[in-house]
């Protein structure tokens, strides 16, 4: 049965923010434990939404069987107490692809099972590492979505990812991934940097501890994955939902100075090829480079197209939902602090007299109201006289985004990315988070 397109335009341009969101999704996963594969699965979804508000009460009907559309048109009508507008034109919406879109049709299961025995066979024997769980997450979505305002839009999201878990000999327990929008040949690519990652942090965990008390010290974090702190203690902060619920720490600053000139924050969901890269949101509305903070200053919060509204924000295209039985609201696509000097890395390390260096940042908490956080630090060494000293493997960092941000005394020129799984509201949707190396003045530390 095919989509009853006029009929949909109809209905969906006669509520308050109507919105059809329709999906077909395909999803193999491939599992390699400890010299065995364990698993091959593939998944097919299919399903649709038609939601809208009423009395600012979000109302949706969600689906597998297509064929229930006309009457879940008619439930939606009534629930608006309005009628079809007959008078709505379609239009399409022309999009240029700026991500590969990888089927993995002509990649054979031998490869795939190659790609994953490569990884177990580059660190099965390293002297510290006990157990190893390698998976090849494929994704092939495809959207339909028909707004309010009459557009009809259709799109292709891939998304091919490897994660692995290790546990060490002496039972420390971490994740690295990597992955996004890219080929087969450029996900094997990344594979590479996160093995060497890898077997630097399971070393880190073997390594005699340097015994120092806890307290407030100097920390440097690395490039890439530590951006998670960033995204959890200031992104989330702002979300035009919490702004509008005035629930985020930031509700009250926009456009003022909180943090320091070294400080711009930016989403970006057109970045090539990176995990939450998108041509459009789940409303329609183009992804675009929006600038949440720039030199200190809050100049805006991500929106949908809802709360754009009622914040009188501009629209960012950050309207998205984990799947078709789910609501939109406000979320982050890729965002990262922005390079700010020529500094490198070595020169952080050498202006610290005692302190760390955080490689990467683990599992961690934050309340988004507060902007408190605590995250685990791992692969962590000793900082003494501009010189790394020792090995610490892992320490717990604890503070709030604005005292973070506001003690950033150099940010590096070394941007880099990792891959997340933002969770908000029971849902889940691909991210990215990043930054350059960073040296923070102060930080407390807990051992």
């Given at each position: 049965?095919?989509?009853?397109?006029?009929?949909?335009?109809?209905?969906?341009?006669?509520?308050?923010y109507g919105?059809?969101?329709?999906?077909?999704?395909?999803?193999e996963?491939?599992?390699?434990q400890d010299?065995n594969f364990?698993?091959h699965?593939?998944?097919k979804n299919?399903?649709y939404?038609?939601?809208s508000?009423?009395?600012?009460?979000h109302?949706?009907?969600?689906?597998?069987?297509?064929?229930s559309?006309?009457?879940n048109l008619?439930?939606?009508?009534?629930?608006?107490?309005?009628?079809l507008?007959?008078?709505?034109?379609?239009?399409s919406v022309?999009?240029?692809?700026?991500?590969?879109?990888n089927?993995?049709?002509?990649v054979?299961?031998?490869?795939?099972q190659m790609?994953?025995?490569?990884?177990?066979?580059?660190l099965?024997?390293?002297?510290?590492?006990?157990?190893?769980?390698?998976?090849?997450?494929?994704?092939?979505?495809?959207?339909?979505?028909?707004?309010?305002?009459?557009?009809?839009?259709?799109?292709?999201?891939?998304?091919n990812?490897?994660?692995?878990s290790?546990?060490?000999?002496?039972?420390?327990?971490?994740?690295r991934?990597?992955?996004?929008?890219i080929s087969?040949?450029?996900?094997?690519?990344?594979?590479n940097?996160?093995?060497e990652?890898?077997?630097?942090?399971a070393?880190?965990?073997?390594?005699?501890?340097?015994?120092?008390?806890?307290g407030?010290m100097?920390?440097?974090l690395?490039?890439?994955?530590?951006?998670?702190?960033?995204?959890?203690?200031?992104g989330?902060?702002?979300?035009?939902?919490?702004?509008?619920?005035?629930?985020?720490?930031?509700s009250?600053?926009?456009?003022?100075?909180?943090f320091n000139?070294k400080?711009?924050?930016?989403?970006d969901?057109t970045?090539?090829?990176k995990?939450?890269?998108?041509?459009?949101?789940?409303?329609?509305?183009?992804?675009?480079?929006?600038?949440?903070?720039?030199?200190g200053y809050?100049?805006?919060?991500?929106?949908d197209?809802?709360?754009?509204?009622?914040c009188?924000l501009?629209?960012?295209?950050?309207g998205r939902?984990?799947?078709?039985?789910?609501?939109?609201?406000?979320?982050?696509?890729?965002?990262?602090?922005?390079?700010?000097?020529?500094?490198t890395?070595d020169?952080?390390?050498?202006?610290v007299?005692?302190?760390?260096?955080a490689?990467n940042l683990?599992?961690?908490?934050?309340?988004?109201?507060s902007?408190?956080?605590?995250?685990?630090?791992?692969?962590v060494y000793?900082i003494?006289?501009g010189k790394?000293t020792?090995?610490i493997?892992?320490?717990?960092?604890?503070?709030?985004?604005?005292?973070?941000?506001?003690?950033?005394q150099?940010v590096?020129?070394?941007?880099?990315?990792?891959n997340g799984?933002?969770?908000?509201?029971?849902?889940?949707v691909?991210?990215?988070?990043?930054?350059?190396s960073?040296?923070?003045s102060e930080i407390?530390?807990?051992?």
């Open positions: 049965m095919t989509l009853p397109i006029q009929q949909i335009n109809e209905c969906i341009s006669a509520l308050d919105n059809f969101f329709h999906e077909n999704q395909k999803q996963v491939l599992i390699f010299g364990i698993s699965t593939n998944v299919s399903g939404c038609i939601s508000f009423v009395d600012n009460n109302i949706i009907y969600a689906n597998s069987d297509i064929k559309i006309e009457r008619e439930n939606i009508l009534t629930k608006n107490n309005t009628k507008n007959k008078s709505a034109t379609l239009t022309n999009i240029e692809y700026k991500y590969y879109d089927k993995y049709e002509n054979s299961i031998e490869d795939k790609m994953l025995k490569h990884i177990y066979d580059m099965h024997n390293h002297i510290n590492i006990k157990s190893i769980t390698v998976r090849l997450i494929i994704k092939h979505q495809e959207v339909t979505i028909i707004n309010n305002e009459s557009n009809f839009l259709y799109d292709i999201r891939p998304s990812n490897i994660a692995v290790i546990t060490t000999k002496n039972d420390k327990y971490f994740y991934s990597c992955g996004g929008r087969f040949l450029e996900l094997l690519f990344e594979v940097n996160i093995i990652n890898i077997k630097i942090t070393t880190s965990f073997m390594q005699e501890k340097a015994l120092i008390p806890s407030k100097t920390v440097i690395g490039s890439g994955d530590p951006g998670t702190l960033l995204h959890e203690a200031v989330h902060g702002l979300e035009a939902d919490f702004f509008y619920q005035k629930s985020s720490v930031y009250s600053n926009l456009n003022q100075k909180i000139d400080i711009t924050v930016i989403d969901g970045i090539e090829n995990h939450g890269t998108l041509h459009f949101d789940d409303e329609g509305t183009p992804t675009q480079k929006t600038t949440l903070i720039e030199n809050i100049k805006t919060f991500m929106s197209r809802r709360y754009g509204d009622k009188n501009k629209r960012s295209g950050n939902r984990q799947g078709y039985t789910h609501y939109i609201f406000p979320r982050m696509t890729n965002t990262y602090l922005k390079p700010n000097s020529n500094i890395l020169d952080m390390i050498s202006s007299d005692r302190g760390i260096y490689t683990g599992t961690g908490q934050v309340d988004i109201i902007g408190q956080f605590s995250f685990c630090g791992e692969g000793l003494e006289k790394i020792g090995v493997a892992s320490c717990n960092l604890s503070g709030t985004g604005k005292e973070v941000l506001n003690n950033i150099a590096g020129n070394d941007l880099a990315f990792g799984s933002c969770g908000k509201n029971g849902q889940y691909p991210v990215t988070v990043g930054q350059p960073t040296l923070i407390q530390v807990a051992f």
